[in-house]
């Protein structure tokens, strides 16, 4: 038995090195994150970025656009944006007019800019392909000195997308596809210029990993001064900072959400386990019975079944006179006036109603037997005078 304990162990152990050590899926995830090492992240960029712009000064933003650029006088700026999705506002967008007006720029490369940006800017996106295609995409430059002879190559989709629709009256085409679809356009805002691309994905680790990719970002990202300040915008890609949560710190790591799961199975286990050994069967309590209820009822019935409606009526007499004496302190033993006299005196029962009542007990007392009637209006009688007394 031991043997066979120390083989299982064994082979517990092996298999979760194998789970540890096993080499790891692909992450095709597009994050846009700088420090995301997988193929869509921008780790690449991140640390290479000194290259191509060597003097400038970056500087992290997960606000808004607005409050970002709000009251701040920036000269010979960059505010970049790479991302899947932006979502700006109308006072995004005035800032950003704001921001290029005093000479700055702003470089943009999003596959979806937005609804206030693509009516702004008269804007359309459309894409040839997805992420999956076989054939390759190849882009190049319309300025001579950056143009490539043979193009630079893409596969995986990357740089398929382009523009179907701009105003070209504003717009300055600066790079296209093979096939003559624009992909990369310059926009001229005051002093300053707006540069914007379809496909962030031409500056994530698997682009700048090829050397047409990396040639392409550089020669793209050499359109911006090489001094001054660089506001790389982490707002659509990472989210606001300042109302992240512990749980959300921990979702973005897989060992923490592993972690965080396994503690929660283990405390639910733990509570079950203790609730079942602890926990007493709370036992039956039977209520109380009100035996004189009980009593009640059967000399209820004892007296139903003997039909003797004269004893009965001569107790509830006695019950009544004993009422007399106890409650008003009167001699129930002497003359019928009065006891009627003091009654009137002590109850606030009616002279009818007292009339009534010693009626129907002398009528009583005359005769031996009862009957149902007699009986019924003498037990009425004196809940009438019990319902008038004080």
Known sequence: MRIYLIGGALLVIVYLMAQYYKPKETDWKATYLKEDKIPFGLYILNKELHSI????????????????????????????????ELN??????SELLQFMNAGNQVFIAAAD?????????????????????????????????????????????????????????????????????????????????????????????????????????????SYLPESGTLIWDELYTRGNLANASILRVIFQHEQLRWAYFIAIIALLVFV??????????????????????????????????????????GKKILYFLDFLRTNYRINTNGSHDDLLSALQL??????????????????????????????????????EFYKQAR
């Open 113 to 221: 800019p937005g609804k206030m940006l693509q009516k702004k800017l008269k804007l359309q996106i459309k894409s040839r392909s997805t992420l999956l295609q076989k054939y390759l995409t190849v882009l190049n430059f319309v300025n001579p000195q950056l143009m490539h002879r043979k193009g630079y190559v893409f596969d995986k989709g990357i740089g398929s997308a382009y523009f179907n629709r701009f105003d070209s009256r504003r717009a300055v085409v600066i790079g296209t596809n093979s096939r003559g679809d624009v992909n990369f356009l310059k926009y001229s805002f005051g002093r300053g210029t707006l540069y914007i691309l379809p496909d962030p994905n031409l500056f994530t680790n698997y682009s700048l990993l090829r050397t047409d990719g990396a040639a392409y970002a550089g020669k793209a990202l």
């Open 346 to 383: 002590k109850s606030a029962a009616t002279s009818e109603t007292l009339n009534n009542l010693f009626a129907s007990i002398a009528l009583i007392r005359q005769y031996d037997h009862v009957s149902d009637k007699q009986l019924i209006e003498l037990n009425e009688y004196m809940e």
């Open 88 to 93: 700006l506002d109308e006072s995004d967008y």
């Open 272 to 313: 079950l386990f203790e609730m079942k050994r602890r926990q007493r069967i709370i036992p039956v309590m039977e209520p109380l019975k009100n035996t004189t209820l009980d009593f009640v009822k059967v000399v209820g019935k004892v007296y139903y079944q003997q039909r003797d409606n004269r004893d009965i009526a």
């Open 53 to 84: 712009l060597p003097v400038t000064k970056v500087q992290v933003s997960n606000k808004r656009v607005y409050n970002t650029l709000k009251g701040k006088q920036y000269k010979n700026a960059t505010y970049l944006l790479i991302a899947g």
